[in-house]
């Protein structure tokens, strides 16, 4: 993959893998069983051991005091840091990637007061854009602001929302009422989880145990017009946002589908049974081969889209080619890891079970598997398959 690469990519993946190698792997398995979701005091010293890295501001352009890297060099630390811990990755990317997608909109007041501190790793954020009876259909969202004179009022429930029982604030989108009773389209909101009437609760899930996935509750919430994000659309805004997350849903499938394969083969190679590595079985080498072509192929194409990401916000097909398949590919792997480990991939004496249960919602986030066929297939024939 090295030929995608430019020098200082490749350095600046050999320095993350060599820091998620030393830091993050030893501890991650203890930390999944232990914290449901990860504490803000325990986010916050990783978020300072990353910050160096530049996770948090490698999007940014150097006006803004950022490194300005292209999004591909963005992938390939949160490809590392997702093979360490999955967790810690999702909360890390939701933080990133909410910051970056404001700061393109946001005031100079705003910039200051809420992109600015994520940029030094010194607060967390996310989007609420999900709702229980809107998924995939964003148009059915039910959430609204409503304007009452220098303030919004905003009523409606988001879920399955990145950081929602950790942040500090969360980006909402909601259909906008300017104060006739009309709804014009919809708008990003810059939601304080300190504002009075929010509410966020934890959804316990199979993988990704320690990231905060939240259910938000909006009674009332009173936000100043000031924290309307100043855009056309907010819909659209939000479709390009999406196309980076598909991105993400990608690379951490790659990263996590790597840890498995790099166990799975030291596995192979190491056990012994009937007086022989269990590596030269012809059926453990076709678990190991279909693993290797998988992820091969899954990050070939994701980073294929990323780098497009780039030339081209809007391209879909390739954005959903990378998630569909990356994420699949994902499951794959780590099935295929823990079938190579017997009874020892269900252990917990091995990473491979906790990498397994973290692949699996990679299918589900960011828009199913299903839908981003539909995707595909519209992008393909001009022709969208949606009633």
Known sequence: MDFLL?????????????????????VAAELDRNHHPLPREILFDFYEKLEP?????????????????????????????????????????????????LAKVATPKQFEQYVQPVMAGKMICGVGITEPNAGSNTEAMSTKAVRKGDRYILNGSKIWISNGTVADYIIIVANVDEGDGHITGKGRFI???TTLGFSASIIPKMGMRSYSSAEIGLSDVEVPVENRL???????ATYVLLNAARTQAAIASVGIGQAAYDIAVQYAQDRQQFGRPIGKFQLVQEHIAEMAMDLDAARLMTYRAMILVDSNPK????????????????????YR???????YGISEEYDAERLYRDARPFTYLDGTTEIHKLIIG?????????V
């Open 6 to 26: 430019s020098e200082e990519q490749l350095l600046l993946r050999d320095t993350i893998q060599r820091f998620v190698d030393q830091e993050i792997i030893p």
């Open 337 to 343: 890891a823990t079938q190579v480990m017997g009874a």
């Open 230 to 236: 100043q855009e056309g659309d907010g819909l659209d």
């Open 53 to 101: 890295f530049g996770y948090f501001s490698c999007l940014f352009p150097e006006e803004q005091g950022g490194l300005e890297l292209p999004y591909l060099s963005f992938g390939i630390l949160m490809e590392h840091l997702r093979r360490g811990y999955c967790s810690l990755a999702g909360s890390v990317g939701a933080t990133a990637a909410t910051a970056t997608s």
């Open 191 to 193: 939601v304080p989880t």
């Open 378 to 386: 519209r992008e393909v024939l001009g022709m969208g398959a949606f």
């Open 315 to 334: 391209c879909f097909k390739e954005c959903s080619m990378a998630k569909a398949f990356a994420t699949e590919a994902g499951i794959r792997i780590t």
